[in-house]
């Protein structure tokens, strides 16, 4: 286990997909049936989040990327990982409203339904002091990394409402909302106030939509995905590209895990895709008794 994420939860640190999250073994059939809505799903870890639902069995996936070519590479993989899963993307920038909102419109229109959503779309500008950076790249971080997030949650929740209840009815569990975070959102490394405020306050966005939605069936999900060599990833000052071991695989498989109602305890809550999932759900109790894993202050005892 890395220094940096041993300072949260002393469990086992998972770099790739393992048996009790894998979309084919443990977590196979768990989408079946399900329409997955992913922002940010051109490559990387929303292309992997994709892939891992077409093996779990999902219905259909909608995609949402500023990148048709890119998307269309996803759209192969997925129809490689299942046939029988049906796909469809829009050309979408988050930061925009009325895309997305009409994004959310053509998924319904199509499928009928929206049971899970991942706003996973993401950026990373420089890393500069504060008194050095330029404002409209600094402003940029937030307006992908949270408006984005906001929008991709308010225009999927009535849906999300409507699946969650609908599947309570029958006693299963849909209605599952994740967003992207980072363990950047808990640290305080110099030169990354925009993209760590930015996350830090994705962590209080996920609270917030539980304290506003959870009656209403939401289960929402603020998500580090580990450290992944992405395009996003590798843009951090060098001397951090060490510490980016981990597969994009893990984390969509773990957001599988997440929409598959086996972590429904801990909605509303920061999770790492890293952390073993069998030893997680033993900290159950002690989560929740605590009230772990949430944004607070807290006095020393």
């Not at 939860?9 to 079946?32: C, E, F, K, N, V």
């Not at 500069?128 to 997030?149: C, F, M, Q, Y």
């Not at 509303?268 to 949430?294: F, P």
Request: aromatic residues 8%; charged residues 20%.
């Amino acid at each position: 286990m890395s220094s940096i994420e041993s300072q949260f939860l002393d469990l086992t640190a998972h770099q790739d997909i393992y048996a009790a999250i894998d979309p084919q073994g443990a977590m196979a059939g768990s989408a079946a049936g399900k329409v997955i809505f992913i922002a940010g799903a051109s490559r990387g870890i929303g292309q992997a989040t994709a892939v891992a639902f077409a093996k779990a069995g999902a219905r259909a996936v909608y995609l949402l990327a500023r990148s048709e070519s890119a998307l269309q590479e996803t759209v192969a993989q997925v129809r490689d990982a299942n046939p029988e899963t049906l796909c469809a993307h829009s050309v979408c920038d988050v930061t925009a409203a009325a895309e997305v909102k009409a994004a959310v419109a053509d998924c319904i229109t199509r499928f009928g339904a929206i049971d899970a959503a991942d706003a996973n779309a993401g950026y990373l500008g420089p890393w500069v002091k504060i008194g050095e950076s330029d404002p409209e790249s600094w402003w940029r971080t937030w307006e992908v990394n949270l408006r984005g997030a906001y929008h991709v949650i308010r225009y999927t929740l009535p849906h999300l409402v409507a699946s969650a209840q609908s599947a309570a009815g029958r006693g299963a569990s849909s209605g599952h909302l994740v967003v992207l975070s980072s363990i950047g959102g808990q640290l305080l490394v110099p030169g990354a106030s925009d993209y760590q405020t930015s996350k830090h306050a994705i962590n209080r966005l996920c609270e917030f939509v539980q304290v506003d939605h959870g009656e209403d069936g939401i289960k929402c999900f603020a998500l580090h995905p580990g450290g992944v060599a992405t395009e996003l990833g590798r843009n951090m000052p060098e001397g951090l590209h060490a510490f980016l071991t981990d597969s994009p695989d893990l984390a969509g498989a773990f957001v599988v895990w997440l929409c598959s109602g086996q972590a429904d305890w801990a909605k509303g809550r920061y999770l790492s895709a890293t952390w073993d999932v069998a030893e997680l759900s033993a900290l159950r109790d002690s989560i929740l008794q605590d009230d772990l894993l949430v944004n607070r202050m807290r006095a020393k005892a």
